[in-house]
Structure formats: structure tokens, C-alpha cells
């Protein structure tokens, strides 16, 4: 409900008289920011003339709106028919009793939309390859990809945003645990620290550090109901020799990245940046996207810019209003980026946003946010005159260094944040609106 009266203040300066708009500052002071917490770009997408820039050259906590820059990564390195495989193969021949002579391997091929249906698909494979028991190991290949318990060790280890990631993932990495406390579903063998920190007897999304033993054992449990046996999962390499049994394939890519964007999801993000570089870390991984970027825009400022990660989820991952358009515009040029945003009153994190006849689908855009940072980067869609590009940071400097210096906010930091990110995200949607209604 905190929303009703700022849409009412801004929409009171709107329609103030007939003869003035609103001013920039006017509508930022409105949702009870200051103009220095605010940075903005607006430009027609067509020429490239800058309709409005406030603090434009300012780097700020730009969150998942980096995305964009996993997005051109991985589109120009795989291609958007790229498709990853998830695969079960085996070694030695299966007798007349359903004994499977060699090893079986699971292998994953970095899907990061893999799901518990894949799983089952593959062990219902090898049902119809008649095995039933396994005389050799049963092993995991997730080697392709580094194997990482969590996106930041900066970030809360219990947040569902922030669980694993590797070759083999399951479900985004996440299990849900019923109310009572004491199962998951699918089951969760390891205990981390997420499980600790999570209130019991309550419902809970619980992140998966160990993603492909996970995965594995998951695998394991469902042969099981079908009448299969297997040894417990040994991590190696897949046997010289061994043959393919089954293989699930991915969506293309550009419907992965199109899911990264819509639902801002970290995993993805994460396991893409890897597939792209083939890096061994996360940092090496991003600076050499940040490099891609860059060498293709060479003639950007890009001072203040810093990637850290793929997916955006750290503070300390930075870029301005002037880079943040660039981005946009390199993924316009490329990849046409807009049709794969959220849309307003539609899709992503603007299904329910914006949804007033006159916005509704006018906005197409990335957003993101950080404890006391807030991030906006895409569309807007007026009447008339073509669309534009928009880029927003908003950011609370002093929040955020006392947000830095604790491990766990305390309650009334925990209230500043909430009330920071719900007034954030009204003045974003407020700041595009006025970008719709500017004068070209």
C-alpha cells in the first residue's frame, strides 16, 4: 500500500496544470530521494540524441542490469542456437539379468534449465535399455565447469538467489522444504549453512551448495523407484569408450537468456558467463566479458566500470547511466535485446508493475537491485516519435557502506533496506513514465 501515495505525489506534479511537466528533480524529491541518489540517461533510439542526463557519468551499483553484458557474451561466443546436452552414458554390455557390466555416468553439459523431468527422462532411458542394476561405479562428470558453493560469499548463504552453481544443476539449485522442517522435496542430503540459518518449522526455498552431487543423487533416488539400482555417485571422468544411452537437450540459448532476463535469475547468469569464457573463476570469467564489451565499444569511457561476477550480485560491481546505454545499445545491435526484456504489465519482474492502459507494454526493460541500490535499463515506448533508450542507477552511498561493515543487517537496518528498495522501485517506474511523456 506504501505505493498508493507516491503515485499519487507524482501524478498530482503531472497533472499539476496543463501548462508544466513535472521537473527531473521534482519527481525524484517526490518519492524522497535526493537528485544526488539519482543518475539518468534518456535517448532517442533512433539518433542517439540525449533527451535527458542527470549524473550520467557516475558509476553506482548497477546490479542485474550487467546482465545484458552475460547476455552478448554468451549470444556472440555460442550462438543463439546453441543448446547444451545432459547425458547418460555407459561402458560394458548389459546381460540377460538387467546388470550393466561397466560403469554408468552421469554428465553434465552446464543447462542451467535442467529439471527434475530431465532426470526422470533419463533414468526411465535406462529402464528401456533394460538395466537394472549397475556392477561397475556410478559416476558424476561436472567437471566441465568450475564447481562453486555459491554465486558471493559476500551474500547470505541461505538465500535461494544465491546457491550453487557447476556443469550439472537441478532445478536452479534450490529445494523446497515443507513447513514442517524436516524434509525437502526433492531430498536434500547435505546440511550447509543455508539450513541453519533458515527458520524452522516454516516453508522454505533451501539453496544447494554441492549442485551436481545434488543432481546425482536425485538421479539415483528416481532410478530407484523404477526398479534400478545404483551405487552410490563417485565423482571422475568419463571412461575412454563409453557409450551414449540418452541425452536431453537444452532449449536454444536464446530462450536460456531470454529466462535470465525475464526472471533475473543468478544460476543462469553464472553458468553462461563460464559456458562463454571457459574461464576457471568467476573473476577471470568476467573480465573477460567486461573485455568483449569493451574492445567492442572502444569508444566509451568506461572508468568506474567493474565486473566481479555474471549476474551482477555484488555491490561492487559498477557502471554508469553511460555505460549501462552503451551495453544496450551493442545488445540492440547484435541481438535485438528489447524483444527478450520484461515487459510492462506482462512479463518478468514488470508482470505486475506498470500496468495502467497507458504503460502497459511501453515499458520493456532489465531491472535490478542490491540492498540500497536500485537499477533500471532498457525501453520506453511513446505514442509517438519511436522508442528510447533509458538507463536509471539509484543509490543510497551512505546505506550501503554500513550495509557493508555487518554480516547480518540488524532490524532497523533490515526496515531501512525494505523501505529503500519498495521506494526505489516506485521511483523507477515513475522516472520511465516521465521518460514516456518527455518532449522529443
Request: aromatic share 4%; hydrophobic share 50%; glycine share 10%.
Amino acid at each position: 500500500m506504501r505505493r498508493i501515495p507516491l503515485i499519487l505525489g507524482l501524478l498530482c506534479l503531472l497533472l499539476a496544470g496543463p501548462l508544466r511537466a513535472a521537473t527531473l528533480d521534482e519527481v525524484i524529491r517526490a518519492h524522497g530521494f535526493a537528485p544526488e541518489a539519482v543518475g539518468i540517461v534518456v535517448e532517442d533510439a533512433a539518433t542517439g540524441r540525449r533527451l535527458v542526463e542527470h549524473r550520467a557519468d557516475r558509476p553506482g551499483p548497477a546490479a542485474s542490469t550487467l546482465k545484458l553484458v552475460t547476455a552478448i557474451g554468451v549470444l556472440d561466443a555460442l550462438g543463439p542456437e546453441h543448446r547444451f546436452a545432459t547425458r547418460v552414458l555407459a561402458t560394458g554390455p548389459v546381460d540377460r539379468a538387467g546388470r550393466l557390466a561397466g560403469d554408468l555416468v552421469l554428465a553434465g553439459g552446464g543447462d542451467p534449465l535442467f529439471d527434475i523431468d530431465g532426470l526422470m527422462a533419463l533414468a526411465w532411458a535406462l529402464r528401456r535399455a533394460g538395466i537394472e542394476a549397475v556392477a561397475g561405479r556410478f559416476i558424476l562428470d561436472d567437471a566441465s565447469l568450475p564447481r562453486l558453493p555459491v554465486v558471493n560469499p559476500k551474500q547470505p548463504v541461505e538465500a535461494g538467489y544465491n546457491a550453487g552453481i557447476g556443469a550439472l544443476s537441478l532445478a536452479f539449485n534450490r529445494v523446497r522444504r515443507a513447513a514442517g522442517g524436516l524434509y525437502t522435496v526433492p531430498n536434500l542430503r547435505e546440511r550447509g549453512p543455508a539450513w541453519g540459518r533458515l527458520p524452522m518449522g516454516q516453508a522454505a526455498s533451501v539453496p544447494v551448495q554441492d549442485a551436481g552431487l545434488h543432481a546425482a543423487l536425485v538421479f539415483r533416488d528416481l532410478a530407484s523407484s523404477l526398479g534400478i539400482g545404483l551405487p552410490e555417485p563417485v565423482r571422475a571422468a568419463v571412461p575412454a569408450g563409453a557409450g551414449l544411452v540418452a541425452e536431453i537437450l537444452s532449449r536454444p540459448l536464446r530462450d536460456i537468456v531470454q529466462a535470465m532476463l525475464l526472471y533475473s535469475n543468478n544460476q543462469i547468469a553464472e553458468i553462461l558467463g563460464l559456458e562463454a569464457t571457459g574461464a576457471g573463476s568467476l573473476a577471470r570469467s568476467a573480465e573477460m566479458l567486461a573485455a568483449h564489451v569493451e574492445a567492442a565499444l572502444p569508444d566509451v569511457d568506461w572508468r568506474g566500470f567493474v565486473l566481479t561476477n555474471h549476474s551482477g550480485l555484488d555491490p561492487a560491481a559498477r557502471a554508469s547511466p553511460d555505460q549501462l546505454l552503451a551495453i544496450l545499445t551493442l545488445a540492440e545491435a547484435r541481438h535485438d535485446i528489447i524483444s527478450l526484456l520484461p515487459a510492462a504489465a506482462w512479463s518478468g519482474s514488470l508482470e505486475r508493475r506498470l500496468d495502467e492502459p497507458a504503460t502497459a507494454l511501453r515499458v520493456w526493460a532489465k531491472t535490478g537491485s542490491l540492498d540500497f541500490a536500485s537499477a533500471l535499463l532498457g525501453y520506453v515506448l511513446p505514442q509517438a516519435g519511436g522508442p528510447r533508450r533509458i538507463a536509471v542507477l539509484i543509490e543510497d552511498a551512505a546505506g550501503r557502506r554500513a550495509r557493508d561493515a555487518v554480516e547480518v543487517p540488524p532490524p532497523a537496518m533490515r526496515r531501512a533496506i525494505d523501505d529503500f528498495t519498495l521506494r526505489a522501485r516506485d521511483l523507477r517506474d515513475a522516472l520511465a513514465v516521465w521518460a514516456l511523456e518527455l518532449p522529443g
